[in-house]
T-cell receptor, first 116, second 115 residues
Framework: NAGVTQTPKFQVLKTGQSMTLQCAQD?????MSWYRQDPGMGLRLIHY???????DQGEVPNGYNVSRSTTEDFPLRLLSAAPSQTSVYFC???????????????FGPGTRLTVL | AQKITQTQPGMFVQEKEAVTLDCTYD???????LFWYKQPSSGEMIFLIY??????QNATEGRYSLNFQKARKSANLVISASQLGDSAMYFC????????????FGQGTELSVKP
C-alpha cells in the first residue's frame, strides 16, 4: 500500500494564480481531510469529507474548494492564491469511527506551498 | 469551543530519562478521542498513541504512555527512556464526537533529547 500520497511536494505560485493540490489514498478510507500547518502553530483543518460526494468546512476554509467524486481522491483547489496561503498542506485519511474506536488519521508527506 | 492546549513550547530531556509532555483539552462532549502525533524534522506526521474518553485504563504503546485524567481534562504523553531519535515536535489532538475526519490540534511541543 502506498498509503496517502500528495502531489506536488513543493510549489511556488504568484498571487492570484490558481492550482490544485492532489491527494490520494489506497486504504479504502471513508474519511479524508486537508490541514494547513503554519510556523508555531498546530495543524488547522481546512475541509474534510466523510465519503464520496460529501464534504464539509473546517476551521479555515476561506480561499479553498474541495470535492470528492471518488473514495480514493480528495483534491484541494486554491482559487486565487494569496501570500497568506503560504503554508505546508497535509492530507489525511481514516476509516469510519465508532465510539471508542482508534481509527487514527494517516497523513500524507505534505506539500510546501509558497505564494509570492 | 473545543480546544487543545499545549503549554510547553519547548522541552529538553537527557537521553535515557523519562519526560512528560502536557496536554489539556476543552470539550462538552462525553465521547471523544485523544491522539498524540510526532513530527520529526523531516516533516511527516507519525501516530503515537490513542485514548478513548470511555477507556478506563491509560493507553500504552511501547515507550509511550498516556496519563489520562478525565476530570481534569488532561492527556499528558509520557515517553520513557528517551532516545536521541525522540527529538521532534509532538502534537496532541482531539477527535470530537461523531466527527470522524476532524482533528483539533494543539500548538505542539518541541522536544530535544540531549546525549
Amino acid at each position: 500500500n502506498a498509503g496517502v500520497t500528495q502531489t506536488p511536494k513543493f510549489q511556488v505560485l504568484k498571487t492570484g494564480q490558481s492550482m490544485t493540490l492532489q491527494c490520494a489514498q489506497d486504504m479504502n478510507h471513508e474519511y479524508m481531510s486537508w490541514y494547513r500547518q503554519d510556523p508555531g502553530m498546530g495543524l488547522r483543518l481546512i475541509h474534510y469529507s466523510v465519503g464520496a460526494g460529501i464534504t464539509d468546512q473546517g476551521e479555515v476554509p476561506n480561499g479553498y474548494n474541495v470535492s470528492r467524486s471518488t473514495t480514493e481522491d480528495f483534491p484541494l483547489r486554491l482559487l486565487s492564491a494569496a501570500p497568506s496561503q503560504t503554508s505546508v498542506y497535509f492530507c489525511a485519511s481514516s476509516s469510519r469511527s465508532g465510539a471508542g474506536e482508534r481509527n487514527e488519521q494517516f497523513f500524507g508527506p505534505g506539500t510546501r506551498l509558497t505564494v509570492l | 469551543a473545543q480546544k487543545i492546549t499545549q503549554t510547553q513550547p519547548g522541552m529538553f530531556v537527557q537521553e535515557k530519562e523519562a519526560v512528560t509532555l502536557d496536554c489539556t483539552y476543552d470539550t462538552s462532549d462525553q465521547s471523544y478521542g485523544l491522539f498524540w502525533y510526532k513530527q520529526p524534522s523531516s516533516g511527516e506526521m507519525i501516530f503515537l498513541i490513542y485514548q478513548g474518553s470511555y477507556d478506563e485504563q491509560n493507553a500504552t504503546e511501547g515507550r509511550y504512555s498516556l496519563n489520562f485524567q478525565k476530570a481534569r481534562k488532561s492527556a499528558n504523553l509520557v515517553i520513557s527512556a528517551s532516545q536521541l531519535g525522540d527529538s521532534a515536535m509532538y502534537f496532541c489532538a482531539m477527535r470530537p464526537k461523531n466527527q470522524g475526519g476532524k482533528l483539533i490540534f494543539g500548538q505542539g511541543t518541541e522536544l530535544s533529547v540531549k546525549p
